[in-house]
């Protein structure tokens, strides 16, 4: 429709073309997924389609930016700025590209690193950006992949997982690294899963 279309054309412009691949297969996977979940489809492919719209900025330039949007960055964040992607992503869906749902903006806020008790869209977009097609193959993704469309929060709970693992939970250095909304929410996943 004319949103998505005049959107995607905007946003090609501030993204790689890598990054815009990515951003299709997120887009179409978040449709997919709310039509499985009875999401609202608009809402799903906006925030699948803006999640990574802030993505292509450098560590410096980021910073910068959200300074300039006032935009608060905590310790975690200030040793890796391509955290803020997702906090600026959302202010840009808003400020850049005519996005008023406030759904949409959480749903690209909290798509790095999660949150306890996300909403079906946060949830929907957080997944779709771990599974869509182009993503390079991990271990788990066809059994996530399968999992997203039979039980949402399991497959939240088993890229959580993965996450942590993978940012080296137990190691100390390393754990200083990870988000605390990446931790409460895989601890939040965690016991659904029990
Ligand atoms: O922007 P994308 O690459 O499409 O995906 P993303 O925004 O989900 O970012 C994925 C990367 O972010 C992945 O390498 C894991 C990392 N990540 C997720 N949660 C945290 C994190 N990195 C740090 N340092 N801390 C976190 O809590
Ligand atoms: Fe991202
Ligand atoms: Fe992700
Ligand atoms: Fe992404």
Do not use: W
């Not at 412009?13 to 297969?25: A, D, F, L, W």
């Not at 200030?78 to 749903?107: F, I, M, N, R, T």
């Not at 079906?120 to 869509?132: K, N, P, Q």
């Amino acid at each position: 429709n004319e949103q998505l279309e005049q959107i995607q054309k905007k946003l090609q412009k501030n993204i790689t073309s890598k990054r815009y691949c990515h951003t299709i297969g997120v887009m179409h996977t978040s449709i997919s997924m709310a039509m499985r979940y009875g999401a609202d489809l608009q809402q799903a492919a906006l925030a699948g389609l803006l999640h990574d719209c802030a993505k292509c900025l450098d560590d410096k330039e980021m910073l910068r930016q959200c300074d300039k949007y006032d935009i608060p960055c905590n310790k975690t964040e200030k040793k890796q700025p391509y955290l803020l992607h997702a906090k600026l992503g959302a202010c840009y869906a808003a400020q850049k590209y005519g996005v008023e749902e406030d759904a949409v903006c959480s749903a690209i806020r909290y798509h790095t690193t999660g949150r306890p008790g996300m909403s079906l869209l946060e949830a929907i977009v957080f997944t779709a950006d771990y599974i869509e097609p182009n993503r390079k193959m991990l271990e788990h993704l066809p059994v996530i992949r399968k999992m997203a469309f039979i039980d949402l929060e399991e497959a939240v709970y088993m890229i959580l997982r993965d996450t942590v693992e993978y940012l080296g939970k137990g190691d100390k250095e390393k754990t200083d690294q990870i988000e605390h909304h990446t931790l409460e929410a895989y601890d939040y996943y965690k016991r659904l899963h029990e």
